[in-house]
């Protein structure tokens, strides 16, 4: 009887013993799922970020006929006080390249503003950047016409 009731309590320390290791074990795991997936978040955001090269932000301004030189100048210093803008990565000015006439060229425009911006909430911000918008009040009255498009980056 003594050998039985020594059997069974040594049983139920050895059970107690795995019981408390499959805990232990079971809290392991469960540490490094949530490791895991954080790490997966991680990778997800790394990937998204280097796979965003930011957008391309084209204006493209046509001045009125009768623009005074003085004006086209304060013009262009205005277009060139929109670089320095914290949000913009790369910024280009100029006219109409002379390229040969062809049916699919517009030589049209007077002036275009190229702009990269690292991402959509550095183009949103832009748009409300004092110094944008100081440059449309001042400057809104030399264009007849302004086109603008904006386009992602894929490569």
């Known amino acids: 009887m003594q050998k039985l009731i020594f059997l069974l309590l040594l049983s139920s320390i050895l059970w107690s013993c795995e019981q408390a290791k499959l805990e232990e074990l079971s809290s392991q795991v469960a540490q490094l799922k949530e ?29 009125k006929e009768d623009i005074s030189p003085e004006d086209e100048k304060a013009f262009l210093e205005g277009l ?13 000015i100029g006219p109409p390249a002379p390229t040969e006439a062809r049916e699919v060229i517009d030589h049209s425009y007077s002036y275009a503003l190229i702009v990269h911006f690292d991402d959509l909430e550095g183009h949103d911000n832009y748009q409300i950047d004092p110094i944008h918008l100081k440059f449309i009040s001042d400057h809104k009255d030399k264009w007849s016409k302004v086109l603008v498009y904006d386009n992602k980056l894929l490569q």
């Open 35 to 63: 490791d895991l997936a954080k790490a997966e978040a991680n990778l997800a955001a790394a990937t998204s970020a280097k796979n965003d090269l930011g957008l391309i932000h084209s204006v493209f301004f046509w001045l």
């Open 80 to 92: 060139d006080s929109l670089c320095p803008i914290s949000t913009i990565k790369n910024c280009y």
